[in-house]
């Protein structure tokens, strides 16, 4: 039996049935609709909080004009899309545009705040800045060389002292640990996670002070021991999880070729995982980059250059910025822009670690073609 088409019988009158409306062939709007409503959207809101800003003479707020540009985007895409392409299409945008604001509203605080650092940093955002301590400087000019170089030397000595400690703890966690200090290990190590930044200032500043006998006892191996307290939990937990995800195949492959346990964590399970054990050791630096606190305890303030670790005053970023801020002289506004400018300096150096981290892992990351 053949099957054949039926072919469609014409009206009398010779007229063609009427289109049978079908909402998944309705119209489609152009790719790039969104993004153009998206960018017509900030533009108005952007408009809009520039006017008023003009009218009262106050700043322009990004964070007000980001969030009701969104706002706006979700309203007038619904319904663009649903005279356009129908309700089924204009719902499906709809909730798109809500993880959207969603979104924007978690990032809002970020936004704010990267903005006004920009805005008020850039006055002093100078040669002067990166090439002049505040030795003998109280009005305008000066510069942060001295505490830029106090938080690269820190951190890096900080650095030093975590890696290796929290490295060798997540092997020993992943590879050989069982029973009670394991758990113990691991519980310990949440808690320092948890622990104010001020008590491990408090701790590097009691350890030196009953080492060295000196009760006022400041120097910058004291901040760098305080901050790798803080380090140390940070890259036990993240070096911890990504050991974990070496599947155990690539061990028991090794294994059964008789490399022994240590020739196969050294030539096989930290290869395959130096990506991700990188990645967290970037996140951790930065996590600790910016802490004021215990730097203020132990490393303390100056207004010199002081290349040595072991002895003297060290001044650093965050505390730079907090003096500069706290301490204002006659010319009240040049203290400011040097704050402002510090914490420009601070985002930035955070931010090309985190450029760096990615590129590193990426670098680094086994490679799965042939």
Known sequence: MSLTATPRKTPVGGSTPPAIANSLTAGKLPRFAPLGVLLGSFAVTSAFFAILAAADGSEFNIAGAVFFGVILYGIVIWVVSRLIEGPRKAADRLVTALVATAFTIALLPLISVAFTTVVNGLPRFDVAFFTQSMRNVVGAGGGALHAIMGTLLITGAATLISVPVGLLTALYLVEYGRGRLKHAITFFVD????????????????????????????????????????MIPVVVRSSEEMLKLVPNELR??????????????????LPT????????IMISIARVIGETAPLLIIAGFTTSMNYNLFSERMMTLPVFVYTQYMNQGTDTQAYIDRAWAGALTLILIVALLNVIARIVAKAFSPKTGR
């Open 273 to 280: 995982s130096i990506a991700g054990i990188i990645t967290g």
């Open 252 to 269: 028991e492959a090794s294994y059964a070729l008789g490399v022994p346990k240590w020739l196969t964590i050294l030539k096989v399970v």
């Open 191 to 230: 808690v320092m996670t948890g622990i104010p930044s001020i008590v491990a200032g408090l701790f590097a500043f009691a350890l030196f002070a009953l080492i060295t006998g000196d009760p006022g006892y400041r120097s910058g191996l004291g901040g760098a021991v305080a901050l790798s307290v803080l």
